[in-house]
């Protein structure tokens, strides 16, 4: 805090006695002026909070590209890394134009947003700068969760359109339903207007984020159809393995470290006391939000481990790495109003939503290179599903609001209505993303405006559209460097020319 505030005994002494008014109003003075202070430190803590989580969200986007990278063949990695950069600045823009105004810019009947345009007449009472950097990192996450859906045999154009879409309409749309003051199913609406008397609760995006990335990259997927190899004549699955687990390794790291701010950030203030004098406070819910972060990804990963071990016979990293982040995934709903131990439930029962996707996939020939979105999907719709069932009366007052009667988890004796609000959550947004990226993903089918040719698809799109491999690097399927033989070259005779 800026600025000495002075308040002596000499110059109370001269204000006392006859003039005691004069000497009430100086008092007062002076501690509205301390109020004044202590208001702006508040402000001013609470920002900073904000801004760094949407610092740590954003550092996600290098997490995706390293685990997008590590998961595909090494002749498709400059085009993966592009697509996850474009992520970022195709976001960037159309969510300043429009995105932001859709989904927080005061609504129409609960559906729309329809002012901030642009951030015109921002900021805002409710909102500030960092409100609107710490949305924007988390609309362009749900844009790259789709991209691995769709990687290896995606024109460049379609990556474009699509990312763009998405983070400018389709997600702003969802993120308005539920997270906006505003949305028709939002906890955050008066107490006598919620759905179900409570609303669907989803803290920091199981649905909001998770499945609309997930669903968005199925469509897509679907409509593509496979990679080329990815499947014989017979049905029989042929994997075509990513060309580094270290860099899924790296990426899975630092998607972990930026989940910190994905989930506890999500509070968007930390100066929040929940019994003035207290030490509890919005901190320790901060706190708890991260543990059970931690210790659903956790259990999700071991779980992966041994259950890969047990059905394939091998110690699979990249699959682990997978399993972490379904635990992940399905825990950002409810981490915020469910105790640790439920958390370990969360992460448990998250790794056989992704076993049973992965096995589903594979029957129906579905092909997504990095499981995008058997995780984000399957493992976000029994997220929003944990949170019906194990969320905790005290912790979603304390979030939430206290509400007299609110509904509460379903096994924790809060009754049925929350779930019921989570299932509907689960419908609207999968069929509103089906109808929306579904229908553009088939528009650019028809324009020929989707998948490459199968000639550049066989040579890797780094070499047929980006001018060049990432690295010198052979796939285990690629054939061509068994062709090339060195040259002999005789002592005395000019050397070739390359």
Known sequence: MSGALTCSVADLSALLG?????????????????????????????????????????????????LCAGSVRAKNTMNIMLTNVLDAAAGGLFYYLFGYAFAYGGSSE????????????????????????????????????????????????????????????????????FWSPDGWASPFR????????????????????????????????????????????????????????????LGTFLLWFGWYGFNPGSFTKILVPYNSGSS????????????????????????????????????????????????????????????PWAAIVCGFVAALVLFGCNKLAEIVQYDDPLEAAQLHGGCGAWGLIFVGLFAKEKYLNEVYGATVGRPYGLLMGGGGKLLGAQLVQILVVAGWVSATM????????????????EKDEMAGMDMTRHGGFAYIYYDNDDESHRAIQLQRVDHGSPLPRV
């Open 190 to 249: 008066p107490a006598g207007d919620r759905l179900f008397s409570t609303g669907a609760i989803d803290f920091a995006g199981s649905g909001v984020v998770h499945m609309v990335g997930g669903i968005a990259g199925l469509w897509g997927a679907l409509i593509e159809g496979p990679r080329r190899g990815r499947f014989e004549k017979s049905g029989r699955a042929i994997a075509l393995r990513g060309h580094s687990a270290s860099l899924v390794v």
């Open 280 to 339: 509890y406070g919005q901190w320790s819910g901060i706190g708890r939000t991260a543990v059970t972060t931690t210790l659903a990804g956790c259990t999700a990963a071991l779980t992966t481990l041994f259950g890969k071990r047990l059905l394939s016979g091998h110690w699979n990293v990249t699959d682990v790495c997978n399993g972490l982040l379904g635990g992940f995934a399905a825990i950002t709903a409810g981490c915020s109003v469910v105790e």
């Open 110 to 177: 609960g559906f729309i947003g329809r002012h901030n345009f642009a951030l015109r007449d921002f900021p805002t009472l409710t909102a500030d700068y960092s409100f609107f950097l710490y949305q924007w990192a988390f609309a362009i996450a749900a844009a790259g969760i789709t991209s691995g859906s769709i990687a290896e045999r995606t024109q460049f154009v379609a990556y474009l359109i699509y990312s763009s879409f998405l983070t400018g309409f389709v997600y702003p749309v969802v993120s308005h339903w």
């Open 438 to 453: 579904g229908t553009l993903f088939f528009i650019l089918k028809k324009l020929n405006l989707l998948r490459i040719s």
């Open 18 to 66: 006859p003039n005691a008014t004069a000497a009430a109003d100086y008092i007062c003075g002076q501690l509205g002026t301390v109020n004044n202070k202590f208001t702006d430190a508040a402000f001013a803590i609470d920002n900073t909070y904000l801004l760094f989580s949407a610092y740590l969200v954003f550092a996600m986007q290098l997490g995706f590209a390293m």
